[in-house]
């Protein structure tokens, strides 16, 4: 699959139907050797008050998407095990 093909898609988590982001607004980790996707960073929605704070970002494995779909991408995660990495801004 190519990244214009997951371009714009959003991600939803079927554990809970939460809504975690949108493919353009993360990143992408890649296999350098194989091209292959290992996963999503997506950022945490930031509000007024911490925008200036330490961002966290949600790291979404590839062995956790469940289906990619025409407007939208499944996955399957329980959001107490998330692996969550602080940034700095």
């Known amino acids: 699959m190519r990244m214009v093909e997951l371009a714009g ?3 939803i988590n079927v554990y809970d139907g ?7 607004e993360s990143d992408m980790v890649i296999d350098p050797e194989s091209g292959q996707i290992n ?3 997506i950022p945490r929605k930031s ?3 911490n ?3 330490d ?3 949600m790291v979404i494995p590839w062995e956790s ?4 779909g025409q407007e939208i991408i499944i996955v399957d ?3 107490t095990n998330l692996n969550f990495k602080k940034f700095m801004v």
């Open 9 to 11: 898609k959003e991600i």
């Open 18 to 24: 939460a809504r975690l982001g949108v493919v353009g």
């Open 39 to 41: 996963a999503f960073i």
């Open 47 to 49: 509000n007024l008050i």
């Open 51 to 53: 925008f200036w704070a």
């Open 55 to 57: 961002r966290q970002h």
């Open 65 to 68: 998407i469940k289906k990619i």
């Open 77 to 79: 995660l329980d959001q």
